[in-house]
């Protein structure tokens, strides 16, 4: 699975990026929202992984880009976020399109079943 990691904590994204590659999966990063769209439209990944709060452009706007553009409209989108277990942030999430929320630190386990099931 192609997998696109997006999220402006270098340290965070690239131990993400670490355990997803060595669970197997080919792993791409962002450091915000526009890069994310941006590599999305181009490379399409099975799924996002999506940090909310960014700098240029949230998560919310780049779930909402996403959504709108043909290419990317059926991707996967998961939040990982501090906010992720908000129940607030998860309805706004939600409301913009994005299949499922996990909190920040990350709980690698509930990520691998959202992969495996895709549900979150």
């Known amino acids: 699975m ?7 904590h270098d340290d965070g ?5 670490l355990l997803l590659e ?6 791409v990063g962002a450091s915000n ?6 590599t999305a439209t181009v490379m ?25 553009q043909p290419l990317t409209a059926s991707i996967r989108i998961i939040v990982v976020s501090a906010n992720g277990n908000d129940p ?3 309805k706004r999430a939600q409301r913009c399109g994005c299949d ?3 909190g920040k ?5 509930s990520l691998s079943e959202f992969i495996q099931h895709g549900t979150a």
Do not use: K, Y
Not at 22 to 27: A, S
């Open 100 to 102: 499922g929320c996990v």
């Open 44 to 68: 399409r990944p099975d799924l996002i992984l999506l940090d909310l709060n960014m700098p240029g452009m949230d998560g919310l706007t780049a779930i909402s880009i996403l959504r709108a």
């Open 13 to 17: 994204r690239e131990a993400t990026m």
């Open 22 to 27: 060595m669970d197997g999966h080919t792993v």
């Open 105 to 109: 630190p990350l709980d690698f386990q």
């Open 88 to 90: 607030e942030w998860q």
């Open 2 to 8: 192609v997998i696109l990691v997006a999220d402006d």
């Open 33 to 38: 929202g526009r890069e994310a769209v941006e």
